[in-house]
């Protein structure tokens, strides 16, 4: 049962978002996932949702699969120097809540800005980077911004006769599963079931889109699956036919997603990955680098070595067998793929 106030302060802070939604965690992490709420007066003032795991090491607080932004959440406030107070005395009092534990990591939302108060803490941090359209913007003045490579690989698929229309989930599966099946199976982040979940509860909310594009045959070129909250859509996940990667439908999708996303006066998310291919990809929209930060904490001596023992284990299996290590498949060429993958 969600806490009261809960979805209340997801609504207000600067660091919320759909995935932070209490009906977006159920679906992704059941039962698992706890709000680690601080009330003041009240009212709730905090608040750090965490997926809940337990172990011989201790408790586990992680993110959760297909969300890529899950962190402390703070209501808003105008003046900076009481914000910074705030949120200093805040996170003290979320650590209180969530401690004791093996291992805490989060990757925060791009306006959870100072991560400080963490450091101090004996957290490490990491920057990584998201790519974002942001709104009021005129799609015809955006276009004259995409690379040229994508506004030609708009046109190749507009001249072939492919068309983006509504889809189904079942479109996406189409595409999807051969590709995770490629790929010898998904762990947790590309499971379709919790993609399912996810447009169950995303669908009876107007929360989310599912766009194709297909051929004047009726042939399935590409899809990909969007979700939004009240400032932006997001690209969550996407795919398409390796055999007809070239047509450009793939760039049309996205396309016309970020224009049915700039209709409603949202902003665009790519949720840019780390990976070369689909950070080049992903940059050639137009879109600005926005940093958000990956932080963690280990306390669990126990836990920290059986973490390097397991490291040491693969690069030594890796360095006995130096064939093994293809070409990654979690950015296939034109890095359609899913994000999912390429977030972990």
Same mark, same amino acid.
């Given at each position: 049962?969600?806490? %009261?106030?809960? %979805?209340?302060?997801?609504?207000?802070?600067?660091?919320?978002?759909? $995935?932070?939604?209490?009906?977006?965690?159920?679906?992704?992490?059941?039962?698992?996932?706890?709000?680690?709420?601080?009330? @003041?007066?009240?009212?709730?003032?905090?608040?750090?949702? /965490?997926?809940?795991?337990?172990?011989? #090491?201790?408790?586990?607080?992680?993110?959760?699969?297909? /969300?890529?932004?899950?962190?402390?959440? $703070?209501?808003?406030?105008?003046?900076?120097?009481?914000?910074?107070?705030? +949120?200093?005395?805040?996170?003290?009092?979320?650590?209180?809540?969530?401690?004791?534990?093996?291992?805490? +990591?989060?990757?925060?939302?791009?306006?959870?800005?100072?991560?400080?108060?963490?450091?101090?803490?004996? $957290?490490?941090?990491? *920057?990584?980077? *998201?790519?974002?359209?942001?709104?009021?913007?005129?799609?015809?003045?955006?276009?004259? @911004?995409?690379?040229?490579?994508?506004?030609r690989e708009v046109r190749k698929a507009q001249k072939r006769g492919i068309v983006v229309e509504p889809?189904?989930?079942?479109?996406?599966?189409?595409?999807? +599963?051969?590709?995770?099946?490629?790929?010898?199976?998904?762990?947790?982040? /590309?499971?379709?079931?919790?993609?399912?979940?996810?447009?169950?509860?995303?669908?009876?909310?107007?929360?989310?889109?599912?766009?194709?594009?297909?051929?004047?045959?009726?042939?399935?070129?590409a899809s990909g699956y969007f979700v939004r909250d009240s400032r932006f859509a997001y690209y969550l996940?996407?795919?398409? %036919?390796?055999?007809?990667?070239?047509?450009?439908?793939?760039?049309?999708?996205?396309?016309?997603?970020?224009? @049915?996303?700039? +209709?409603?006066?949202?902003?665009? %998310? #790519?949720?840019?990955?780390?990976?070369?291919?689909?950070?080049? $990809?992903?940059?050639? #929209?137009?879109? @600005?680098?926005?940093?958000?930060?990956?932080?963690?904490?280990?306390?669990?001596?126990?836990?920290?070595?059986?973490?390097?023992?397991?490291?040491?284990?693969?690069?030594?299996?890796?360095?006995?067998?130096?064939?093994?290590?293809?070409?990654?498949?979690?950015?296939?060429?034109?890095?359609?793929?899913?994000?999912?993958?390429?977030?972990?």
């Amino acid at each position: 049962m969600t806490p %009261d106030g809960y %979805d209340e302060l997801v609504a207000r802070s600067p660091q919320g978002s759909v $995935f932070a939604t209490s009906w977006w965690l159920d679906a992704v992490a059941g039962e698992r996932w706890r709000a680690h709420m601080v009330s @003041e007066n009240g009212a709730v003032v905090a608040a750090w949702p /965490t997926v809940v795991s337990r172990s011989v #090491f201790g408790v586990t607080h992680a993110g959760a699969p297909l /969300t890529p932004f899950l962190g402390p959440l $703070f209501p808003p406030e105008p003046n900076r120097l009481r914000r910074r107070s705030r +949120e200093l005395k805040a996170i003290d009092l979320l650590l209180a809540e969530l401690e004791p534990y093996a291992h805490l +990591e989060a990757r925060c939302h791009p306006d959870f800005d100072y991560w400080t108060p963490l450091h101090w803490r004996g $957290f490490s941090q990491t *920057t990584h980077y *998201t790519w974002r359209l942001s709104a009021p913007r005129d799609t015809g003045a955006l276009w004259s @911004e995409l690379r040229e490579n994508v506004r030609r690989e708009v046109r190749k698929a507009q001249k072939r006769g492919i068309v983006v229309e509504p889809g189904a989930p079942a479109d996406l599966r189409a595409l999807w +599963e051969p590709a995770l099946r490629r790929r010898g199976g998904g762990d947790v982040t /590309t499971n379709p079931e919790v993609l399912a979940r996810i447009d169950m509860a995303a669908g009876h909310r107007d929360a989310r889109s599912i766009l194709v594009a297909r051929d004047g045959d009726g042939r399935l070129h590409a899809s990909g699956y969007f979700v939004r909250d009240s400032r932006f859509a997001y690209y969550l996940v996407g795919a398409s %036919d390796p055999d007809l990667r070239g047509s450009g439908a793939f760039s049309l999708v996205l396309w016309q997603a970020i224009g @049915e996303a700039l +209709e409603r006066g949202l902003g665009f %998310d #790519f949720e840019g990955s780390m990976l070369p291919a689909v950070e080049r $990809f992903v940059s050639a #929209f137009a879109g @600005e680098p926005v940093p958000y930060s990956l932080v963690r904490r280990t306390p669990s001596r126990g836990l920290k070595l059986a973490v390097a023992a397991k490291r040491t284990a693969r690069r030594l299996a890796a360095s006995a067998h130096p064939g093994s290590r293809g070409r990654s498949t979690s950015a296939p060429a034109g890095a359609e793929a899913s994000h999912a993958a390429a977030r972990r």
